[in-house]
């Protein structure tokens, strides 16, 4: 893979600026599933009881026969999904598992370490970076590894540990099997009939040839003189950019780029350099401490022999994980400085890259989308306490969006290419290769001087009521906050619905809730138990018993949900939630709207809200339907609704969108 003319060649720009600093997809869950051999569809399956919505007569009982098939689809489909994709098979005692309830079904197929697969494959999915296929001939792709709190938190749920490590931004590094192909690039004709593991082996020699050489001159007798030690340390750092280019021409770029960020390389050049310019520019020759320019050249030895001694651990001779639980972690005691791996792997590094203009929001784009279910909808927004003029996003319709997405992007500010950690340099470099002062870039997140906090960077949900917010300073602090944020997981319960059943389903807002809720009350306790409960709640769903699910159609609602005569269940939820009080009758007091209602309107082809002019009389839909987009959309406090009421952005791009979608097609109805 050759990324924009190759990581290899783009890194030796930002490893200059960190030198120069120091020194100076939508996806659909499809199963195969077992052919029916019953000719009635399953929806003939349904409870007698229960009438169809459209007052059709009900369905027959379904005889013992339907009922033993439906449930060996069940079967089949729930072991595809938490098997990994494998569904029942010779080894499987079909007659067994049909004498068990279905909970305890799905509870033996979580046993089964394949269920490793299926919980790592869903919180890649969750972190917006699904692979097409975790495994190809039982060997899993480099791209599995990639994400290492998706890989700490299948790990954690499998032994009852700390699911939430999903929401960590630091970590360990699970780092892949190195490369057993060769590179796509054609080798110098030196390197000519090399193995990749002969390669690798070979440019990591030159490098510690180099330290070799210069010990052989250091120690020597009889000593050099401090003159002398200069000259030979000073001329090999100045070849160290290509030193650093004849190593890594063994490695791909994902492997540049753990190299990279890990300062591989460049942190034990750097650290002789450092102590040759200390001892050669600041005394005379003769004052030269050619001891402590040996030991510095051996402490920078023994630390790249260090780490490219745990780097071979890593070689597809000797690492061949079969299951997720034998993901191993990079040894941090091999790090330079020992600090935790960033979550932000390869994969995401180069997908969300950050251009010295878009000042990070991408990054916080991506953060409230996957972790908050938050798309930045522009809906309007509430008025702020205190609205600053001047920059980009003041402007009205731009602050919709920028009041979330400034703040959220501040937790990156010190992030620069590659999600290299520039905190410690005056500078700081971008993936479009601008370099610029770091302290006047971070200065746009500086709380104002009356302000009490340092940075104006948090999760911001309300501009108007600011005690609805949170804030922080560092990704630690960002990974509490989504820890602790209800909003994050009554996301991952919907990720978790959209990846077994598809991602387009329809959800009941109340139902979504009453997973959140149950999930919160058991993850209080232990986050895994509570993954696993929530899992088998919904492979339990009605929703996920339809073969045929129609797309629009909530087939699960809460507990005591009275859904005759309610509005859509996409809104329905939130129309009680946040409209039903005031708006429960088609009264004057309540506006003459009724938003928990949903009635057949006066062309007797479409159904609306009960909405009535002055004189009692039904307004149409697409009148009813303007005025709730306006009421939505304005920034006016006076219009805006609910009136002096916090609704969640979540919840107010749904109901907008809805309208919005409800209104077009209303119009394209009325048209001729």
Not at 139 to 156: E, I, K, L, P
Not at 334 to 341: D, K, L, R, S
Not at 519 to 530: C, L, P, Q, R, Y
Not at 644 to 666: G, K, T
Request: charged fraction near 25%; hydrophobic fraction near 40%; include cysteine.
């Amino acid at each position: 893979m050759n990324l924009f003319g190759g990581l290899r060649q783009r890194v030796g720009v930002v490893c200059a600026a960190v030198a120069a600093a120091v020194l100076v997809p939508s996806w659909i869950v499809s199963h195969v599933v077992i052919e029916s051999r019953s000719p009635r569809p399953l929806a003939a399956l349904a409870s007698p009881s229960s009438p169809n919505p459209d007052g059709r007569p009900a369905a027959p009982a379904p005889t013992p026969e339907d009922l033993a098939w439906q449930k060996r689809w069940w079967i089949d489909k729930t072991a595809r999904l938490l098997r990994g994709g494998a569904g029942i098979g010779p080894d499987d005692d079909l007659e067994a598992l049909m004498r068990l309830p279905k909970d305890e079904i799905a509870r033996r197929f979580m046993d089964d370490p394949r269920f490793g697969d299926t919980i790592l494959d869903f919180n890649m999915y969750f972190l917006g970076f699904k692979a097409d296929s975790l495994k190809a001939d039982g060997v899993y792709s480099r791209t599995a590894f990639d994400f290492s709190n998706a890989v700490s938190a299948a790990q954690a749920l499998l032994t009852g540990g700390d699911y939430f490590k999903l929401f960590d931004f630091q970590g360990p590094y699970f780092m892949p099997p190195l490369r057993a192909t060769p590179l796509d690039d054609p080798p110098a004709p030196a390197d000519a009939g090399l193995a990749p593991q002969q390669l690798r082996r070979k440019a990591v020699a030159e490098g510690q040839a180099v330290f070799a050489e210069l010990l052989v001159f250091l120690t020597g007798k009889p000593a050099p003189s401090g003159y002398d030690a200069c000259i030979m340390v000073l001329g090999a750092a100045m070849q160290n950019p290509a030193l650093t280019q004849r190593v890594l021409r063994a490695f791909d770029d994902s492997e540049v780029f753990f190299l990279t960020r890990l300062q591989a390389i460049a942190a034990p050049l750097d650290a002789y350099e450092k102590a040759a310019q200390e001892e050669c520019y600041a005394r005379p020759g003769r004052q030269v401490d050619v001891k402590r320019l040996a030991a510095a050249v051996q402490a920078a030895a023994d630390q790249y022999a260090r780490m490219f001694a745990e780097i071979s651990r890593f070689e597809p001779s000797a690492y061949r994980p079969r299951s997720v639980m034998e993901f191993r972690p990079f040894d941090p005691t091999a790090f330079p400085e020992q600090t935790p791996w960033l979550a932000f792997g390869f994969e995401q590094g180069v997908a969300l890259s950050n251009s010295s203009t878009n000042s990070n929001r991408r990054r916080a784009a991506y953060v409230l989308k996957r972790f908050f279910c938050d798309d930045l909808t522009p809906v309007g927004s509430e008025s702020p306490q205190q609205h600053v003029g001047g920059v980009h996003g003041a402007d009205t319709t731009c602050y919709a969006c920028h009041y979330k997405l400034d703040p959220m992007a501040g937790f990156f500010r010190s992030y620069g290419a590659y999600f290299f950690d520039f905190s410690k340099a005056p500078i700081i470099a971008f993936d479009d290769l601008t370099i610029t002062d770091r302290n006047k870039y971070v200065a746009a997140w500086q709380a104002p001087a009356n302000s009490p906090r340092q940075w104006n960077v948090g999760y911001i949900r309300s501009p108007r009521w600011e005690q609805r917010n949170e804030y922080g300073e560092s990704l630690a602090d960002l990974s509490r906050i989504i820890r602790d944020a209800p909003e994050a997981k009554r996301c991952l319960m919907k990720r978790l619905f959209e990846y077994s059943v598809a991602e387009n389903q329809t959800i009941d807002g109340g139902y979504l809730d009453h997973l959140t809720r149950e999930f919160e009350k058991e993850a209080a306790v232990n986050a895994s138990v509570a993954m696993k409960n929530a899992i088998v709640r919904i492979v339990q769903s009605e929703t996920f018993l339809q073969r045929n699910a129609d797309p629009q159609h909530c087939y699960d609602r809460a507990p005591g949900a009275r859904p005759d005569q309610a509005p859509p269940c996409r809104v329905a939820f939130i129309l009680e939630k946040h409209c039903g009080q005031c708006h429960n009758r088609a009264t004057e007091v309540r506006g003459n709207l009724d938003l928990v209602s949903w009635i057949v309107a006066p062309d007797g082809r479409s159904r609306t809200f009960p909405h009535l002019d002055k004189d009692a009389h039904q307004l149409s839909p697409p009148e009813t339907l303007a005025r709730i987009v306006e009421r939505l959309s304005s920034t006016d406090p006076n219009v805006r609704m609910p009136k002096n009421r916090h609704m969640s952005s979540q919840e107010r791009q749904e109901l907008f969108l809805w309208a919005q979608q409800e209104l077009a097609r209303q119009s394209k109805r009325a048209t001729p």
